[in-house]
């Protein structure tokens, strides 16, 4: 067999010939490159997972310490001040209503992790000033750390640029009590 390619390939023109190997040539090349940019692509991976195995491995080293400093920060909060999900709804309503300004208020999201259960809740203001938007974020601000922002968005209003629309994501805890279910 090898011997028919190179009684084919001998009788092509030069021409021929150069054609052939220019264009294997370019598919050597291509394939050549296309792996180096595999191999370039997996060694930056690797860089990466070493970087966080090697963060992950810090922060299992000081779990001691994370855990003495989540027990300390445990004993200094109060859970009968914790939120519960209809508790964070009612006074981020209550607050909103206080303010005077048109408002969405969202359906509540809880995410448990075992020692906390986290609510939050999502309000949209229309038309406000930033006054107002202000006194609402000060008033929030006053329930910390029991309560916090997990976002703030502000976009001016297009038919009244004086007027703002806004979007808080606020969000509590609950502590878990041990021996019980959320």
């Not at 291509?30 to 970087?51: E, Y």
């Not at 208020?105 to 609510?119: C, D, R």
């Not at 609402?136 to 038919?159: D, H, L, S």
């Amino acid at each position: 067999m090898l011997a028919s390619f190179r009684q084919w390939f001998r009788s092509l023109s030069i021409r021929e010939k150069t054609l052939i190997l220019a264009l294997l040539w370019a598919g050597l090349l291509f394939w050549g490159l296309t792996g180096l940019s595999r191999f370039k692509l997996a060694l930056q991976r690797h860089t990466r997972m070493r970087a966080l195995a090697r963060e992950h491995r810090v922060w299992l080293e000081d779990e001691p310490k994370v855990n003495k400093d989540l027990v300390v920060a445990l004993e200094r909060m109060d859970a009968s001040k914790t939120f519960r999900r209809d508790r964070l709804v009612g006074k981020v309503d209550s607050l909103a209503r206080e303010s005077s300004m048109t408002f969405e208020l969202s359906a509540p999201k809880t995410e448990n992790n075992g020692i906390f259960v986290i609510h939050s809740v999502r309000i949209n203001f229309k038309d406000a000033r930033l006054e107002d938007l202000i006194e609402f974020y000060e008033k929030v601000r006053k329930e910390a750390p029991y309560i916090g922002f997990e976002t703030v968005n502000f976009m001016p209003e297009r038919m009244d640029p004086a007027h703002i629309r806004a979007q808080y994501v606020i969000s509590s805890f609950e502590l878990v009590q041990k021996g019980t279910a959320p």
